[in-house]
């Protein structure tokens, strides 16, 4: 018998009030790196429209591991301000997870403490040239360490400030996504070839975070199904990954796909805002770029309800552990669907940035739907005052 999406739920010690979560989304609404009260209510309201468990984006592990200067990183100055997340989130009886990463070579942070970052490979970053980045290096065996390190100290503030889980990203191709995918990791050592090398950072950083969290401590991975570019990772791998994973004592994984700087509407399905990313784009260069190439380098893909399913069927099929699935899901129907393939969770993104009601909408009402269009806007203006959906401004997309 299918679970039933809107009933309390078990994810590692932690009990849910259902089976849905709000997947991570870059708020853009910590000025100066430190949360602010937009991004207290913000979560705060999504909390009150009925998640079982909303997750704050992209936190960065260190100061390096932020793709832009004003980007959050856990440090001890953000633990109160993110307490303020999580109580507010408890009070309206849901729980908050901390989403964790770093960039790796995906940055235009001016502030970095080496002149070029660092990841993989050594690798071009077209990101950072506005920045005067425009190389990364590899990694030594010292940065590898510290930045595990990181990882495992991020998670120990997590908890610290009040979160009933943490999201480790190991997707969308930022740094654990670049050592994961063959296009960007050409190492010779035990951290490159095959997938069992190019996954040994992952699993690294998730042994360290576990020996920091505990052993009940829900720690979500979200891991791309497929990168969504020719030569980058594909589903063999990911099901390799996906045992790994589990082998590794992963709670649940979140299965997502694309890749930032290569495929990054790969995950955004529908309309490419390209007009909007130049109007919002700071840099003069990147503008140029953009308006110049864009429509060559940012690939559009039509909207499908519940895109990754059938790449997300053959994880389902290798592994016995929770798994969350995400990417089109805009009705109960999509929701009750997940259960009957076997998926313990949904996660849902820009349907709840349209309506944060949207959870108790669909327990109440069957038939209702999301009424985000996948216009995008809210991706292409996500740094101009933070995450928000462009219907409320009256913008007809």
Known sequence: MPLDAFAPARLADLTLRNRVIK?????????????????????????????????????????DGRTFAEQMSM??????????????????????????GHC???????????????????SLNPYGISAGRPLALAMNAREIEAVIEDFGRASGLARE?????????????????????????????GFGGGIDGRARLSLEVLRRVREVVGAGFPILCKMNLRDGFRGGMELPDALALARLLEAGGASALVLTGGFTSKSPFYLFRGRRPLEEMIAAEKSRLQKLVLRRFGTRVIREYPFEEMFFLPQAREVRAAVRMPLVLLGGIVSRSNVEAAMVEGFEFVALGRALIADPERVRRMAGDAGTRSRCNHCNVCVAEMDIGGVRCVLDDGVAA
């Not at 913000?42 to 260190?62: D, E, F, I, K, M």
């Open 23 to 63: 997947t991570a989304t870059y708020e853009g609404m910590c000025p100066e790196g430190i949360p602010s009260d937009a991004l207290v209510e913000h979560h705060r309201r999504l909390a009150a429209g009925g998640v079982g468990l909303t997750t704050v984006a992209y936190c960065a592990v260190s100061p």
């Open 104 to 122: 790796g070579w995906f940055t235009k942070n001016a502030e970095l403490s080496t002149w070029l970052p660092r990841g993989p490979s050594l």
């Open 161 to 189: 400030a009040g979160f009933d889980a943490v999201e480790l990203h190991l997707g969308h191709g930022y740094l654990l996504s670049q050592f994961l995918s063959p296009a960007t990791n050409r190492r010779s050592d």
């Open 75 to 100: 440090r001890p100055e953000t633990v109160a301000p993110l307490r303020r997340v999580t109580d507010a989130v408890h009070r309206e009886g849901g729980a908050a997870s901390l989403q964790l």
